[in-house]
């Protein structure tokens, strides 16, 4: 019950978080009304039809009133669009500034598909509930109008055709309830078959080489079987679902057949009565389904808003507060870090990475090397410790500016839909001029390829970069870096996926390109780099184990000289 | 396409078939209806046949709607399998020349809008036809030119239905493209936050999120106010067609030619009749969107499929790999023209060069995934076209560069297409060599943890460390190996290496490195520039002679050798 109350308040909660255009909705409400009540007068010419009474006067009024009442839905038509779409817009924003300002660390913990699909989907959904609200008001109207006419003609048999009120509302909670099993189950079914083939479809090659055609065959018929077991499934409960909504008309006409000739008989209802209650119900049916499908919309609607408003109470990172970033050596003293709170991934890191200097830091996979790395840009805070930069404590620090004075590297750098030269200049602010642009790919080496393009530097990536080589893409993505000129410049095993060749051309092209005052950090296997660094450190199992010059770590660092050994060729010595 | 498919015969016959009486029995529920309207209230003789009658039609369309659906579900599973056996069947150059995700769509959502088509169109037609002509002639039978004035307004029906399906089509393409295009930027970015953060342009991703869903928001109102400008038309189609059908009604009611059950019977037939048609018309009208989709799934019919057994089935593979004169390239220049070279059995080989020189388009042609130009590749100086592609495959060892995992837990994966019984042992020893068995131990779940989508849970280095693992549990003499080692650390290369090396007895293993470490691991190397052999020797001499053997492999390795 408490539960039930959290649900509630949640809902109501998300619509104070925004400005709505109420003016939308209240004309949307008042125009709605009026649409009612001309659709109740429009059943009365379909009656006098039916009673055969063919008069110029039926044919107009009905033409009127078919013009009339389309006009006005049309106008509540648009209405609503304006009033939903602007409450879709509003949440959509605050949605994503939202999620834009959480901290890291919240968004690893939530899946990126829910996160997703609160910006498209659920947003939407908020709006739609906010009409549904509005709408609830007409169409009860339209009904009570229904009710009180049918009893002018025959209370009994009106108050009969109300009794059967509740077992509708009954009717469609299960057909709700249908619905929602059906969807769920649907929904898995689709997903696992949609995921098979995603999966094996980019795996051909995988598949071709190993000679596995026999075994993917059974393996996607499966695949197959499932999504063909669940829309067997859903073609007997949905059908379950139609049946039991078109039962509730087959009701009230058995009521209205059985309770309207027997008053006929007995001479308490003109003959032709019958009509009369048939239009009237319709119409007054058409209203019922559209609040009970309203209500239905609301509970799901709730769920979705729940998530949203769940997302929308975590703490923001404070991006734009804090002192100024001055740009120094990175002090971390005995820094530690678990993402899960149990498991220690930094176990006390001592470290100082002077201004100015190229620092290696090398160690096994899982070491805790990338982790360091996204403690010294402030993704995370560490559970103990600190991080000086130029003195000040990184915590005080304006995130977004402490950020900007980074280029950060991965090994597998992705880029966005759009052109290569919207994303070098991602991260710029203001005009870059051209030139800054080629120089930046001269230095990552790519503007040669660039400019044998058909297209240049307009060439399309595609969506995650996508219709690049993993290499060239990585280019792509240091270019994007060194654009920025960042005081400290971070590769994180950034040419692990080039050629040699290109690896070592693009490395040296970095270290002439550095200004006495940027501090470069590498993270690297490959020690031909790392020896070239002015100081190296190594770490294993989140803690520091050597740290010095390539000399001093070749005479005594355990993990430097296996490497190293290990690269020089340990099998052939 | 849809011949060679085994559709549901059987089940479609029967939804035809409860269709068609569906229909008798409508008609009879709406005379009774009639009567009722006009005041004939006899219990037995109306009253009661009516009840029946309107739940018989609710106990039967139920019945016929579970039909339809069964017909549906069964038509795409059998198109489905059809398509996937086929897809599974095609040459790897098809997965070259067509993106995946496009090709999931064909499969998934292609399919079901031709199976809608099938029913909706197809068999549809059938039964709108049947019910047109019985509508019509139950009318015929009050007075025969009434049957005539419902031909004649046949074509209103017609004009109703399509202005409103047509409009609704155009515009929603639109709005649909531009929400597709705000979801696509919204999860680019959601799963790439990291970026975005630590390029600190959160403020011009707000604006650009902003940006997008104003468009989308400016298109929603486009198109509902196209929508209802488009009422005007049809709500005057309407009314004319009421005027129309009361001037008749009052010629022939008010005539006395018709009685008044029969007027309202004939009122309700008509209004029967629109609906009738404007939901056949939106299915028509629909087909063309469809028929993109059939286009799409027919290609992949229609593309010839790769043959896997034909030839000779080869039992135990042996002799020099060798590539004789081949001429191959993508598009229309050769990459390869006129190439020769020699893989000695017994030792590491090692294929370098830069990137685009071709070394994993020399691996696929070995492993026979594409057609030559010309030339051959021989195996100990047979053809290997002469074998069937399966029996010659399932010799090799190759390791993608993709490192391809599936979703499924640690053991499914190492055992995947494995042909023979595996137990803890021998997969607790092919870990160890792969340098995994730490991990695995580690995991609370061992060999039964999920790996998640393609393996995602997987760093780079222990994907690798897997197929390394799968790669020894298959055992064989015929090792290509594809950059397997890139993202492992030194000293998990040094172990892999290593294990590799137990196995290197009378057998060839090819690779490809970039990496100084794994290439000194190599006895023998082949330097491949531009699609053209530069050098090729042992590996020492390569690199006495070679700027970029040497430069990779450095001086000091040769005096330790």
Known sequence: MNKQKGVWKSFFRFYTRFHIPWHYFILTVALGVLASEIAVRLASYTIAVNKGELYNRVILGFCLLTVAHMIITSAVNILTTYGTATVSLRARNMVWRKILSLPQREVDKTAPSSLISCVTLDVDQASNSIYSLFTTVSSTYAVIRAIIIMARYSSTLTIWLVATIPVIVLLFFLVGRLQFYIMRRTYAAINTMTRFFSEHLSAMKHIKVQSLEDKEMEEGYKAIDARYKADLWAAILGQLQVMLHSLHVNIQTIVIAIGGSSLIRQGRMETTGITNFSAYTSTADQYIAEDLTHYQSFKGTQGALKFVNDLLQLPSEPRLEGQQPVPGDLVLENVRFSYDGEYEVLKGISLTVPQGSVTAIIGGNGCGKSTLIKLLQGFYTPSAGTILAGGQDITAVQPDAWRRSFGYVLQNSPLFSGTIRENILYGCRGKVNEEAVYEAARQADIHDFILSLPDGYDTEVGEMGGKLSGGQRQRVAMARALILHPAYLILDEAAASLDHKTGSRVFDSLMSAKTPEQTILLISHNMEEVDRADRIVSMRDGEVVGCGSAAEMRRSDPIYREYSANQRGGELA | ?561
């Open chain 2, 1 to 561: 396409m849809l011949w060679k498919a085994k559709l549901p015969y059987v089940w479609i016959i029967l939804f035809i078939a409860a269709s068609v009486y569906l229909v008798k029995v409508g008609i009879d529920v709406t005379e009774y209806t009639a009567q009722m309207f006009a005041g004939n209230v006899s219990f037995s003789g109306i009253i009661l046949p009516f009840i029946i009658y309107s739940v018989g039609t609710l106990l039967l369309s139920s019945v016929n709607g579970i039909f339809k659906g069964i017909c549906s579900a069964k038509i795409d599973r059998a198109l489905r399998r059809m398509v996937w056996s086929k897809t599974v069947s095609l040459p790897f150059g098809f997965f070259q020349s067509n993106d995946p995700k496009e090709l999931i769509t064909r499969i998934t959502n292609d399919i079901s809008s031709i199976s809608k088509i099938v029913m909706n169109v197809f068999v549809g037609f059938l039964i709108s036809f049947y019910t047109v002509f019985s509508l019509v002639r139950q009318v015929g039978s009050y007075d025969p030119r009434l049957m005539w004035v419902m031909v004649i307004m046949l074509p209103l029906d017609i004009i109703i239905a399509i202005i409103m399906g047509r409009l609704n089509f155009g515009i929603n393409d639109r709005l649909n493209w531009s929400f597709a295009r705000l979801n696509r930027t919204i999860s680019e970015r959601v799963s790439q936050s990291l970026l975005i953060r630590s390029f600190g342009t959160q403020e011009s991703e707000e604006k650009r999120v902003e940006g997008l869903s104003t468009d989308y928001r400016k298109n929603q109102i486009r198109s509902t106010w196209i929508n209802n400008l488009s009422s005007p038309f049809s709500t005057m189609t309407y009314c004319m067609k009421f005027i129309l059908l009361l001037l008749v009604g009052r010629h022939f009611y008010g005539g006395g030619m018709i009685s008044l059950p029969e007027w309202i019977a004939f009122f309700a037939f008509s209004t029967q009749l629109t609906t009738y048609i404007s939901s056949y018309t939106t299915d028509w009208i629909n087909l063309k969107a469809a028929m993109g989709s059939t286009e799409r799934v027919s290609e992949i019919i229609d593309t010839p499929s790769e043959i896997v057994d034909q030839g000779k089935t080869v039992e135990e593979l042996s002799g020099e790999l060798r590539a004789e004169d081949i001429t191959f390239g993508y598009g229309d220049e050769p990459l390869f023209e006129h190439l020769s070279v020699t893989i000695p059995v017994g030792l590491r080989t090692a294929l370098v060069g830069s990137s685009g020189s071709g070394k994993t388009t020399l691996l696929n042609l070995f492993a026979g995934l594409y057609d030559l130009w010309d030339g051959k590749i021989t195996v100990g100086g047979e053809n290997i076209t002469q074998y069937t592609r399966r029996s010659y495959r399932s010799q090799l060892n190759y390791i993608t560069q993709e490192c391809t995992l599936f979703s499924g837990t640690l053991r499914q994966n190492l055992l995947y297409g494995l042909r023979r019984e595996v137990g803890d042992e021998e997969l607790n020893a092919a870990c160890e060599q792969a340098g995994l068995l730490d991990y695995v131990n580690e995991l609370p779940a061992g060999y039964e943890t999920e790996i998640g989508e393609g393996g995602s849970a997987l760093s780079g280095g222990q994907r690798q460390k897997l197929s390394v693992a799968r790669m020894l549990l298959k055992k064989g003499n015929w090792l290509f190996m594809d950059e397997a080692t890139a993202a492992m650390d030194a000293s998990a290369k040094a172990q892999v290496w290593g294990a590799t090396e137990s196995l290197s007895e009378g057998c060839t293993c090819l690779f490809v490195a970039h990496d100084r470490q794994s290439v000194s691991y190599a006895q023998h190397v082949i330097v491949l520039e531009k699609g053209r052999i530069v050098d090729q020797g042992p590996t020492d001499e390569v690199a006495r002679r070679n700027a970029y053997v040497g430069s990779l492999l450095h001086a000091d390795v040769r005096e330790e050798g």
